[in-house]
Nanobody, 123 residues
């Protein structure tokens, strides 16, 4: 199993930046694709981005503003969020992609999830 813990959320003004961290336990973590999702109050969980091997994927709503990276030596995946907008307000979750998955945008394709971290952007 893989255990994931998100951190780095908080309250920032529109236009600001945050970096979220997803710390993992488990030796196999570095071999897993990882995704970031977010869920705003009253809305469905939404794909934000993913990293798998050398490939990175982003939702159109965040492309050019958010960047996913990972540090395998520290078993940590990051989500750098720049130019934040009020509509980015949500609980952000990291998750590990199921082995063998060929697409990355659906929550059901991920097996292990963190508890989430709140990101609030004020206007």
């Amino acid at each position: 199993q893989v255990q994931l813990v998100e951190s780095g959320g908080g309250l920032v003004q529109a236009g600001g930046s945050l970096r979220l961290s997803c710390a993992a336990s488990g030796r196999a973590f570095s071999t897993r694709g990882c995704g970031w999702f977010r869920q705003a109050l009253g809305k469905e969980r939404e794909f934000v981005g993913a990293i798998r091997g050398s490939s990175r994927y982003y939702a159109d709503s965040v492309k050019g503003r958010f960047t996913i990276s990972r540090d395998n030596a520290r078993d940590t995946v990051y989500l750098q969020m720049n130019s934040l907008k009020p509509e980015d307000t949500a609980v952000y979750y990291c998750a590990t992609l199921r082995l063998g998955s060929l697409i990355v945008t659906m929550p059901g394709l991920y097996d292990y999830w963190g508890q989430g971290t709140q990101v609030t952007i004020s206007s």
